[in-house]
């Protein structure tokens, strides 16, 4: 417990005082395990004896999500690399960190930095776009943030993890300048610039090899090459082997569920010589440096219940996530000035769309899956940040949803200003099939598409108002086959809590929608240089 010490003589210390079962315990995750164990995504367990904290983690990469509550959920990783600005992102980090302090977390699973090499993968919204060298740094600087609390960032989903498609069985294989400059740049990034204290190997095979049992990737790549000194953690069920991972280079294992290949299973292969006992000292010794490095062991997590119960949304939290928000949206057309609407007064505003309420916005700030957040508290919608501002302009707003075709063209017709806010739902999990955006709504962890047109209700409202405004929810690519009908187009990506007044803000010139896109808009899957697959994900 003497800080002075280097975190390695800390380690190696630590290592001597503790016994055979005492390491093996730090190999694998604890019970209860995925979101039971007070909202977290996995933990495990401390050994006071010996001063060592419990190890606690939770997605991740827009906010401290998972089955949390009382935390502020920021715009997700695409709009984090459309604001192009790094030291925005290292704002996030810092405030990211706080939170998962505050709520008894220590390892923060992300961020994201898988590539935009397929414009349908189903997680696009977490990672950074398709730029290497933009990814590499908004990463890097989020990283920073983080662990500048006594809190560790967790790289992911490492590597080639670019599709949810048979997530668990493609294999993956690249050549090797593609694999350096474009799949693992961000990586190395996060490692030699970073200083991440802790990377998830992905759930995909690459080369023929499971990639949490690749010692290419793990112990020659990340270790050899790039001198990276903390430790590998599985995604979750992606560990498939005992002394092939643990030779390769992995050193924590974490399920959704038992059977567990480290822990006793790990010093069952020690004892038969198929790994050696150097091996499971070098394990835990990855995971006790970064631990020391950035305070884990003197600055134990809040215990619980206390921490889940902790509301770490602060006022600054937020007014940062409306911040970012705003950066990241992107104005990809304002013809003849329509935006902003911030001379005039007196005029008719239609809001159209499901998007748009409250409802609508609990599916459209956010995308689905494990970096899904449990809505508490609810993001504010655009209709009511578009009503709160448009009171101070002397506007008036009508809203419908749209549904109806006749109730679309009805209100659009009789405004000055039509906006239209279409959303696009994409979890993790699969793939999506088309470009075309389909709305839904986020239960939990999981958010299931409505199937409303959302194209035919952009044509429907254009065709009755020449002043419409479309505003789009999504953490990818959507077509956008009505663009030459409309004046305005707003891209707020998956604004987070503060989507409503964001949006308003940016609506109403108080913001300036300052992004740039960090990947490539199809017109039409054709386009793309690889094919998608088109049958049921798995």
């Known amino acids: 417990m003497d800080a002075k010490k280097s975190p390695q003589q800390r380690a190696d210390m630590l290592i001597k ?31 006071p004896e010996l001063c060592i904290p419990e190890i606690n983690m939770s997605d991740a990469g827009s906010g401290v999500v998972g089955l949390q509550q009382g935390t502020t959920v920021f715009p997700s990783g695409i709009a984090q690399a459309a604001m192009w600005d790094p030291a925005m992102a290292g704002k996030f980090g810092k405030a990211l960190g706080e939170e998962a302090l ?8 992300g961020p994201g930095m898988d590539m935009a090499r397929i414009a349908t993968n189903g997680r696009n919204f977490e990672y950074m776009g398709e730029d290497p060298f933009l990814g590499g740094q908004t990463v890097t600087q989020a990283i920073r943030g983080i662990q500048r609390n006594p809190v560790l960032a967790e790289a992911k989903h490492y590597v080639l993890n670019d599709q949810e498609y048979n997530r668990n069985t493609v294999d993956i294989t690249v050549d090797d300048r593609t694999l350096h400059e474009i799949y693992l740049a961000p990586f190395e990034a996060a490692v030699k610039q970073g200083h991440v204290g802790s990377i998830m190997c992905s759930y995909n095979l690459a080369f023929g090899h499971h990639v949490c049992e690749s010692k290419q990737l793990l112990d020659g790549i990340l270790r050899g090459q790039w001198g990276f000194d903390g430790f590998v953690t599985s995604d979750w069920g992606a560990t498939h082997s005992t002394a092939p991972s643990a030779n390769a280079g992995l050193d924590l294992e974490m399920h959704a569920a038992p059977p567990h290949y480290f822990g006793t299973a790990l010093g069952d292969a020690i004892k038969s010589n198929q790994v050696a006992m150097a091996r499971l000292d070098g394990i835990v010794k990855h995971i006790f440096v970064p631990m020391f490095r950035y305070g884990l062991f003197n600055h134990p997590p809040v215990s619980q219940p206390d921490a889940y119960l902790n509301q770490a949304d602060i006022p600054a939290h937020r007014a940062l996530a409306r911040e970012i928000s705003q950066q990241s949206t992107v104005l990809l057309k304002n013809k003849d000035n329509l935006l902003p609407l911030d001379n005039g007064s007196g005029r008719k505003i239609a809001v159209i769309g499901n998007a748009a309420n409250p409802a609508g916005a609990s599916g459209a700030s956010g995308g689905g899956g494990s970096s899904h957040g ?6 504010v919608s655009p209709l009511e940040g578009i009503q709160g501002l448009a009171q101070t302009h002397g506007d008036t707003v009508v809203y419908t949803p749209g549904t109806a075709s006749a109730d679309a063209q009805a209100a659009a017709s009789q405004a000055d200003i039509a906006i239209v806010v279409i959303a696009d739902t994409e979890s993790e999990g699969g793939d999506r099939t088309t470009l075309d955006a389909n709305p839904g709504l986020c ?3 999981l958010c299931e598409g409505s199937g409303e047109d959302e194209n035919a209700l952009v044509q429907t409202v254009a065709a009755a108002n020449p002043n419409t405004v ?4 999504a953490g990818a690519p959507i077509s956008m086959p ?5 004046k305005s187009v707003l891209d707020a990506w998956f ?10 803000n940016l609506i109403y010139g108080v913001a300036n929608p300052s992004g740039h896109l960090p990947q490539t808009f199809p017109k039409a899957l054709a386009d793309m240089p690889t094919k998608t697959p088109t049958s049921t994900p798995g």
């Not at 449990?374 to 993001?379: D, E, K």
């Open 482 to 486: 009505w663009l030459g009908s409309v």
């Open 443 to 445: 239960a939990s962890l």
């Open 470 to 473: 479309v505003v789009i929810d």
């Open 17 to 47: 005082a503790m016994s055979f079962d005492q390491k093996l315990h730090m190999t694998t995750f604890s019970e209860p395990q995925w979101f039971a164990h007070y909202g977290t995504a996995g933990h495990v367990d401390a050994i």
């Open 374 to 379: 449990t809505g508490l508290p609810s993001p």
């Open 102 to 109: 505050a709520k008894g977390i220590n390892v923060m699973l």
């Open 495 to 504: 604004p987070g809590v503060e989507n409503g007044n964001a949006i308003a």
